[in-house]
């Protein structure tokens, strides 16, 4: 921290860096789940398990490149950001690893897929990809306004990974959802990755349009109601989330993406009737397709009385499993791999990883937990409120609604609070997509907090000053 | 824009908060109920997760453990010799649930059990495995054997007691059920299950708990107890005002005798033969609400009787006429009772009065052996004096010696025994239950056991069903057998 000094009368004060800080919470973020795994060896092997030191070093290892990469090229960045992203990302490999163990898991995959592969190597691997994606946003994304450029662009770009997994060949039908697209024997969700690109397209296309949204409308019942030419993007966005919905039976993605829609069209504009016109179309829109769509109804019913039609049709049989798992647990848990989560079945280690949490570790864990992710959330809507320029104060407040409703949507499903949607906890849930998109958002986040944070250049020599120096006497 | 942001941040601040407030709901004010709740398999994966502790009799565990592969459940129940010894373990089924001993002490055999905190606690640091404890019974499994096999395929109870501390010496109901063969959860189990349910033979019941019949002439023995305790009768011998033919009180209808002789006949001479019309008046005489109270002192109407599984009650109606009164004083009418029960009359009378609180479980012990709970015998109620008892224990004795009980005689020992052929069904058309309750005497005066057999059900000719005929010899094994272990 030294003061720039300079001939003006001012001197900019270089802001503390936080770096330290960050590298210290660091070392908490890698040696938690290092705990974490020697926990469930001993839990489940009675041995420490014997790949500890190479998962605690390869954790390590990559916590420190990502550190590097933000300590060099984002320098002033928010120091919580990457900690919480690494202590939740090892922590989710320790819960899919345990998951592993689980012999009435392995039998399950025996019998569905004729053999069992652990999803954990895989999930290590995945995330080395991803901290190398999160560096290389860092190096290539020197400021984030320039995404601004690419608002159409992205728009396309959303569109056609929504709509990847309906074509014919390419999409796979996993349980129902046609989420999936598998490429090379490698599967991709997505829909992941159109969260944050659809994020910038709402961000560069808001920014443009805010003052038109914001100032022509014609006042209905208190109501500030838009043109229609303006409300236009809206309802397409609209009506592409519910067709995203019907086609590919993905109730979580269409609400993600509506709401946060309506979350930066409030920012943009500060007009309430967004708040009041997107609750009402989402409310009509949850409506019409809860009432149509059988398997929303199923789930509907089943979050309604998750026990009612236990023993007669099974479609709550995940719901009442997870509920139970929570239950279960109790205030301090069972204990890492002493519980029985896996009951709930294939989902255990993806959509319904979070039930793992509440049986093994209790309330207080699961608190913990959503503490963390509300950390995360935190950091994000600070990086909004500091963001200088409006798009960058746009995305990193789609980018954090965006994560908050995932949570909640999230959570709430798997512990009975709303329907369940079938989306997966970010960086808990084993999936190779999940994991990259996040880590790209959080690099992104990164990226916007840095500029934000960092000081204004210092100014250019004033040549006011140069002109009251002292001439000295020749 | 801040306005706006700093909303959208309290709206996701809600969102995390609505989490928090349903995950309090759920793990800490629900969580007592989801975790128990019939849905949740964690309740029995647990139950069955480490091998159980045993059900132990006279040093050798009469049930074990083995390792089910494939199931949730990872250890199976067996039972060794299941059918002899059902009645007492009661069964163990991962997917049937579980009955007395079995599930009464569930906790002990799981080593869930509070007091084996201790144990749990050094395990966890030693890392031992959880072992469950042991459950040590009281039973003689001789005498179990003895009336087992005599019992072999009519349908009867068993239940013998030593008097002098209320330990349940055998227990045997029959037909009975092996509990291994639906220990398991497999198609098989089920198979097994559902065929044991629905018998006609009732294999699941407990007879020698959980069934009362009408005791017939074996409650004579109480109404001579009441006669005496209450002073309608003083001297045994000495003759009654019964009149020949008895008509119920209050009616017209006359007390049938099967005996000869029953004319003002003594309660001694009356017991022998077995009047009914003298044990009608004398509990007539001795008025519904001393009968009452007499029957109350030997355990009827109680239905808590535990040891600790929990028997059914025995009746002696409390609001019947005198008529009703008079018939129920010889074990019809409206009395029940079942084998326990009228054990428990016996042994009461063979102890003096001192009637003994039955039980069988002598000990519970954590999974190291150590004693966590050892029985102490206790006394539950005086039904009669030790005077009284005597005149009683006299009578009984001559039954044996000169009467109905013959087939109860055994060299050397004394023995008394009470009869009883229980009419049953409506218009008495059903074969009758034939009864015998006994005891044993030692030179030193006690009696280490006394046993009550019913045998609801015989292939023999309805004229040959007797309690004398068909359910001495059984209590005679009982008693042998016991005699013969503690030599």
């Known amino acids: 921290m030294s003061v720039v000094t300079?001939?003006?009368?001012?001197?900019?004060?270089?802001?503390?860096?936080?770096?330290?800080?960050?590298?210290?919470?660091?070392?908490?973020?890698?040696?938690?789940?290092?705990?974490?795994?020697?926990?469930?060896?001993?839990?489940?092997?009675?041995?420490?398990?014997?790949?500890?030191?190479?998962?605690?070093?390869?954790?390590?290892?990559?916590?420190?490149?990502?550190?590097?990469?933000?300590?060099?090229?984002?320098?002033?960045?928010?120091?919580?950001?990457?900690?919480l992203a690494t202590l939740l990302?090892?922590?989710?490999?320790?819960?899919?690893?345990?998951?592993?163990?689980?012999?009435?898991?392995?039998?399950?995959?025996?019998?569905?897929?004729?053999?069992?592969?652990?999803?954990?190597?895989?999930?290590?691997?995945?995330?080395?990809?991803?901290?190398?994606?999160?560096?290389?946003?860092?190096?290539?994304?020197?400021?984030?306004?320039?995404l601004q450029r690419f608002t159409y662009i992205s728009m396309a770009g959303a569109l056609v990974l929504l709509i990847l997994p309906v074509i014919p060949g390419l999409g796979a039908d996993v349980f129902g959802a046609k989420i999936?697209?598998?490429?090379?024997?490698?599967?991709?969700?997505?829909?992941?990755?159109?969260?944050?690109?659809?994020?910038?397209?709402?961000?560069?296309?808001?920014?443009?349009?805010?003052?038109?949204l914001a100032l022509a409308s014609r006042r209905f019942m208190g109501l500030y109601l838009p043109r229609g030419r303006d409300l236009g993007p809206i309802l397409m966005i609209w009506a592409m989330s519910l067709l995203v919905l019907v086609f590919e039976n993905d109730l979580g993605t269409s609400l993600l993406f509506f709401g946060m829609f309506v979350i930066m069209l409030y920012v943009a504009t500060e007009r309430t009737s967004w708040i009041v016109i997107g609750l009402l179309m989402s409310v009509g829109g949850a409506t019409v397709v809860g009432?149509?769509?059988?398997?929303?109804?199923?789930?509907?019913?089943?979050?309604?009385?998750?026990?009612?039609?236990?023993?007669?049709?099974?479609?709550?049989?995940?719901?009442?499993?997870?509920?139970?798992?929570?239950?279960?647990?109790?205030?301090?848990?069972?204990?890492?791999?002493?519980?029985?989560?896996?009951?709930?079945?294939?989902?255990?280690?993806?959509?319904?990883?979070?039930?793992?949490?509440?049986?093994?570790?209790?309330?207080?864990?699961?608190?913990?937990?959503?503490?963390?992710?509300?950390?995360?959330?935190?950091?994000?809507?600070?990086?909004?409120?500091?963001?200088?320029?409006?798009?960058?104060?746009?995305?990193?407040?789609?980018?954090?609604?965006?994560?908050?409703?995932?949570?909640?949507?999230?959570?709430?499903?798997?512990?009975?609070?709303?329907?369940?949607?079938?989306?997966?906890?970010?960086?808990?849930?084993?999936?190779?997509?999940?994991?990259?998109?996040?880590?790209?958002?959080?690099?992104?986040?990164?990226?916007?907090?840095?500029?934000?944070?960092?000081?204004?250049?210092?100014?250019?020599?004033?040549?006011?000053?140069?002109?009251?120096?002292?001439?000295?006497?020749? | 824009m801040n306005k706006p942001l700093r909303r959208i941040s309290l709206f996701c601040g809600l969102l995390v908060l609505a989490l928090l407030i349903r995950t309090n709901w759920l793990q800490y004010v629900q969580a007592e109920e989801l975790s128990t709740r019939k849905e949740n398999r964690r309740v029995q994966i647990a139950q069955y997760a480490t091998e159980r502790g045993n059900i132990i009799v006279k040093g050798e565990p009469i049930t074990g453990s083995k390792v089910t592969d494939g199931s949730d459940y990872k250890f199976k129940r067996t039972y060794t010799d299941g059918e002899l010894w059902a009645p007492v373990t009661g069964y163990a089924s991962q997917a049937f649930g579980s009955t007395q001993l079995e599930s009464l002490e569930d906790r002990i055999l799981t080593g869930n059990d509070d007091r084996l905190f201790f144990d749990r606690t050094i395990g966890m640091f030693t890392g031992e495995k959880r072992q469950g404890g042991?459950?040590?019974?009281?039973?003689?499994?001789?005498?179990?054997?003895?009336?087992?096999?005599?019992?072999?395929?009519?349908?009867?109870?068993?239940?013998?007691?030593?008097?002098?501390?209320?330990?349940?010496?055998?227990?045997?109901?029959?037909?009975?059920?092996?509990?291994?063969?639906?220990?398991?959860?497999?198609?098989?189990?089920?198979?097994?299950?559902?065929?044991?349910?629905?018998?006609?033979?009732?294999?699941?019941?407990?007879?020698?708990?959980?069934?009362t019949y009408p005791p017939g002439s074996t409650f004579k023995v109480v109404t001579a107890a009441a006669a005496l305790e209450h002073g309608v009768v003083s001297d045994i011998n000495a003759a009654t005002d019964t009149p020949e033919p008895y008509f119920l009180p209050g009616t017209k209808t006359v007390m049938v005798n099967h005996a000869?002789?029953?004319?003002?006949?003594?309660?001694?001479?009356?017991?022998?033969?077995?009047?009914?019309?003298?044990?009608?008046?004398?509990?007539?005489?001795?008025?519904?609400?001393?009968?009452?109270?007499?029957?109350?002192?030997?355990?009827?109407?109680?239905?808590?009787?535990?040891?600790?599984?929990?028997?059914?009650?025995?009746?002696?109606?409390?609001?019947?006429?005198?008529?009703?009164?008079?018939?129920?004083?010889?074990g019809q009418f409206n009395t029940a009772a079942t084998p326990l029960q009228m054990a428990m009359v016996t042994a009461a009378i063979a102890n003096d009065g001192k009637l003994m609180k039955p039980y069988m479980v002598d000990q519970l012990q954590a999974p190291n052996l150590d004693v966590i709970e050892k029985h102490e015998p206790q006394e539950m109620s005086r039904p009669l004096s030790a005077a009284n008892a005597e005149k009683v224990q006299q009578m009984m004795v001559n039954v044996v010696q000169n009467g109905t009980g013959g087939k109860a005689k055994m060299n050397g020992v004394t023995v008394g025994g009470k009869t009883g052929t229980a009419q049953h069904g409506e218009g008495n058309k059903k074969r009758p239950y034939a009864w015998f309750i006994s005891y044993a005497e030692m030179p030193d005066k006690t009696s280490p056991v006394a046993v009550a057999v019913v045998i609801?059900?015989?292939?023999?000719?309805?004229?040959?069903?007797?309690?004398?005929?068909?359910?001495?010899?059984?209590?005679?094994?009982?008693?042998?057998?016991?005699?013969?272990?503690?030599?």
Request: glycine residues 10%; proline residues 5%; hydrophobic residues 45%.
């Open chain 2, 260 to 330: 000869q002789g029953c004319e003002k006949a003594s309660l001694n001479k009356a017991l022998e033969v077995s009047c009914n019309s003298v044990f009608a008046n004398m509990g007539d005489k001795v008025t519904r609400d001393k009968m009452v109270e007499t029957a109350e002192k030997f355990g009827f109407n109680n239905d808590k009787i535990d040891i600790p599984v929990r028997a059914f009650a025995s009746i002696y109606d409390k609001k019947m006429g005198k008529d009703g009164n008079a018939q129920s004083s010889i």
């Open chain 1, 291 to 474: 009432a149509t769509a059988s398997h929303v109804k199923v789930r509907v019913t089943a979050w309604l009385d998750p026990f009612d039609c236990y023993a007669t049709s099974g479609a709550c049989e995940q719901v009442g499993q997870s509920i139970m798992s929570f239950g279960s647990g109790g205030v301090l848990g069972a204990g890492w791999g002493q519980g029985n989560s896996d009951l709930i079945g294939f989902a255990a280690n993806s959509d319904f990883i979070f039930s793992t949490v509440g049986e093994e570790l209790g309330l207080a864990g699961v608190m913990a937990f959503l503490l963390l992710y509300g950390l995360i959330i935190e950091r994000g809507v600070r990086t909004a409120l500091a963001a200088r320029d409006p798009f960058g104060k746009l995305f990193a407040i789609g980018l954090s609604g965006a994560f908050a409703l995932q949570i909640f949507v999230v959570a709430g499903g798997v512990m009975g609070l709303i329907p369940l949607t079938g989306m997966t906890m970010p960086f808990l849930a084993s999936g190779g997509s999940s994991v990259l998109a996040n880590w790209i958002l959080i690099a992104i986040l990164i990226r916007i907090s840095d500029t934000a944070r960092r000081p204004a250049p210092a100014p250019a020599p004033s040549p006011d000053s140069e002109m009251t120096q002292v001439v000295r006497p020749s």
């Open chain 1, 89 to 146: 990302n090892g922590l989710g490999l320790v819960l899919i690893w345990r998951l592993d163990q689980s012999e009435r898991l392995q039998n399950l995959a025996k019998r569905a897929f004729g053999g069992f592969s652990p999803s954990a190597p895989r999930q290590m691997m995945y995330t080395a990809v991803a901290i190398a994606l999160f560096a290389g946003v860092l190096l290539v994304l020197k400021d984030h306004r320039v």
């Open chain 2, 456 to 487: 609801e059900d015989s292939d023999a000719d309805r004229e040959d069903i007797s309690g004398g005929g068909l359910a001495a010899p059984v209590a005679k094994a009982v008693m042998e057998a016991v005699l013969n272990s503690q030599k």
């Open chain 1, 180 to 212: 999936w697209i598998s490429v090379g024997g490698f599967s991709i969700q997505p829909g992941e990755f159109a969260k944050i690109v659809i994020a910038i397209f709402f961000a560069g296309y808001l920014m443009v349009k805010r003052d038109a």
């Open chain 1, 6 to 83: 300079n001939t003006t009368t001012i001197g900019a004060i270089e802001l503390p860096s936080r770096r330290n800080t960050e590298l210290l919470l660091l070392g908490f973020a890698v040696l938690i789940p290092m705990f974490a795994y020697a926990n469930v060896g001993l839990a489940i092997n009675g041995t420490l398990p014997p790949g500890m030191v190479l998962y605690g070093l390869g954790l390590g290892a990559l916590a420190g490149i990502a550190h590097l990469v933000v300590r060099r090229y984002a320098k002033y960045a928010d120091p919580l950001l990457l900690p």
């Open chain 2, 134 to 211: 042991n459950v040590v019974t009281t039973l003689n499994p001789d005498a179990q054997k003895a009336a087992f096999e005599k019992l072999g395929k009519n349908k009867g109870a068993v239940a013998a007691i030593d008097p002098r501390t209320g330990a349940i010496l055998a227990l045997v109901s029959t037909p009975s059920y092996d509990p291994s063969r639906f220990a398991g959860n497999s198609k098989d189990d089920e198979k097994a299950w559902v065929e044991l349910k629905d018998s006609e033979d009732k294999n699941l019941v407990n007879r020698a708990l959980r069934e």
